[in-house]
Each structure stands twice: as C-alpha cells, then as structure tokens.
C-alpha cells in the first residue's frame, strides 16, 4: 500500500532541490511534446535554453533580451513574495501592472511635451500609486467583508484590461495618431522614455529597480521586525494574533507592496520596452512572476535566478517559433509545466512516501 506519511519538519534536501527537479522535468515532457507535434526534441530545448545566450547569429540581440525580460518579472515576482510568505494569494498582480503603466502614463501625457527631469521620477510614483490602489480594493474587501483576496485580485485583472482598452482607444490615444489606437511613443520623447543605460546590455531603470527590490526584500524578511510578522502570519496565524501582529495591517501592507511593485514594473515597461500604451501592452508578466516567485522559493536571490531563467524561456520560446515553427501556445504550456512540477515535486518538501511498513524518500 502506497501513502504520505507527513515529515516531522520540511526536508531541507527537498526544499533545495525541487527547483532543479521542476526544470528537468519540465524539460523532459516538454521534449515529448515537442516531438508529438513533429518537432526535433533535443533541438527545441536547445533553442529555449541555449542559442538566446551562445547562437552565433541571434545572441547578440537576445542576451541584451534578457534583462529587458526578466525586470518585470522579477520586480512583481518580489512583491508577490511576501504576501505569499504570509498566506496572502494576490493573483492579479496583472492587473496591478497595467493600472500601473496606465496612470503612470496619464500622468506623464498631461504634462506632455515638458522636458522636465522631474518626470519620469513623477511618472513612476503615480505608476507604483496606480498598482497600489488597485491592489487595495482586495485588500479592503478581504479586511471588512472577509472576501476572498484571490478570486476578487483575478476579476479586477479583466477590469483592468477593459480600462487599457478605453484609455488606448480614448482618453489616451494619441492627437496625432491618426485615429489609431494608442499613445503617445514614450520613446520619442526624451524626458520620460525609460533609456538604456549601459548600451548592448539591457540595462534600464525597471532592472535596476529590481535589483534594488531583491535587496529591500531581503532585508525586510530577513532583518525586519515585519518581515517576522509576515512570516509568523503565515506560518501560524493563531500565534500571530496571540501576539499582538494585526492580520489587517499585514493584508494591506502585502497587497500594497505587491501592486506598487507590479505598478513600477507596467510604468517601465510603457515607458522603455512597450513605447506606449496599446490594447494589447498587458503581456501576461502579472502571471508568469507567480511561477517565478514559487520557482525561487519565494527567496529574493532565488526569485533573481528565476527570473532570468523565465525569461531565458521567453526569448528562446520566440526563437523557437521562429526557426522550428513551433506554435505560441506550446511555448505557453511548456512555460506552465515549470509551475506544475514544482508544485507537484515540492509535495515531498512535506511528505514522505511509505511503502507498507517501508519507507522511501
């Protein structure tokens, strides 16, 4: 007879190595998927995790990618974390990073065309105070009528996208642009366009603003009395409460700190990468950092590696479109998979296999 048996305490050894584990799975079904749609396996992983860095052709343009990528992801993965840390499920930090990049953007175009070294600093407080108050209404509606703060964060990721659609369309649609929707191009507009900073690297202001959140972040949870708190609400609640931690300031600093992260990240993004606010600019980063934070082990450092090796997994899954013709959603599904065997090998973090009387794991 085959069953769990639950650990006495967490298998550090498991806990190390899950990650590891998650990733070559990942890549051994992914292969099988790869040669079930009639393409070369071994030659798939390659292009995902190989050429973006050593290609002789396409790696002068893909390693700068990187960093472009992994920002985001690692600067919403960070806020993400802590409220993870602490029981707190926000899910659409997706949502936080539009209405981020949205007033983040609004703010800048009233102003426009001022060449103010005032703001872009301006524009990215408004972008984190947009993903911040987004992130509230959860947190108000968890604290004062016990909703739940995963169903209400993934809902106001649609509203969200219809306010993108509104202000790309309306309100913020560029005078100029012929009546297509769309801002303004950030990029052609030297005070607020969010520069490369080292040429050829990558390097903006959104990954330093990651780094910095990596370090803040470790110091909070590590070093900080409410980092402890955060980490006593989550691991036990009822001694939390037993000393005095408020589960309502808890709620609201977690969420505010993830959609203020998440608001920076869209502000970069509009202003660097994007260019400029469109119906689609919403990429699916508010979800992807969510198997980024749980790949990192809601570590910081861990979320940094993470982060980089998504978006290893992006640039190479676009140019694995590109020259073996595999279809998006593959790429998709393959990105997926990290998130599910990670779930499903970190099930032995907490739980031993036993055999009959024996015992394995």
């Known amino acids: 007879m085959i069953r769990l048996e639950r650990r006495p305490t967490p298998s550090r050894l498991w806990t190390g190595i899950t990650p590891i584990l998650a990733v070559i799975l990942t890549m051994v079904v992914g292969g ?48 993400l974390s802590v409220g993870f840390r602490a029981g707190i499920w926000n899910i659409g930090a997706e949502g936080q990073y539009i209405m981020g990049a949205v007033t983040g953007a609004a703010v800048g175009l009233a102003f426009y065309p001022s060449e103010s070294i005032l703001l872009f600093p301006l524009m990215v407080v408004a972008g984190a105070l947009g993903g911040w108050a987004w992130a509230m209404i959860p947190a108000i509606l968890k604290t004062r009528f016990g909703t739940n703060e995963i169903l209400v964060s993934l809902m106001l990721v649609y509203v969200a996208e219809n306010i993108l659609a509104s202000a790309s369309s309306g309100w913020l649609r560029n005078p100029e642009g012929m009546g297509f929707p769309g801002s303004r191009n950030f990029k052609q507009w030297p005070a607020v366009q969010n520069v490369e900073l080292l040429p050829d690297t990558g390097m903006h202001w959104g990954v330093i603003a990651a780094l910095i959140a990596v370090i803040a972040a470790y110091v909070l949870m590590a070093r900080h009395i409410q980092g402890y708190n955060v980490r006593l609400t989550g691991e036990a609640p009822r001694a939390a409460r037993f000393s005095g931690v408020s589960p309502t300031r808890i709620v609201f600093l977690c969420l505010g700190i993830s959609g203020a992260l998440a608001g920076m990240a869209g502000l970069f993004e509009v202003t660097g990468p994007a260019g400029q606010i469109t119906i689609d600019f919403n990429s699916g980063y508010g979800f992807t950092a969510i198997i980024v934070a749980f790949l990192g082990r809601l570590n910081p450092f861990g979320i940094l590696l993470a982060g980089l090796l998504m978006a290893l997994t992006y640039i190479g899954g676009e140019l694995a479109q590109l020259m073996l013709g595999l279809p998006g959603a593959s790429i998709q599904l393959f990105q997926g998979m990290l998130l599910f065997f990670l779930l499903a090998t970190d099930v032995f973090t907490n739980y031993r296999i036993r055999f009959g009387t024996g015992e394995v794991a």
């Open 32 to 79: 099988i998927m790869f040669a079930a749609l009639g393409k070369p396996p071994l030659e798939a992983i390659r292009t995902i995790f190989w050429d973006p860095l050593f290609h002789p052709q396409f790696a002068s343009y893909s390693r700068p990618q990187l960093l472009v990528k992994a920002g985001p992801l690692i600067l919403i993965a960070i806020g």
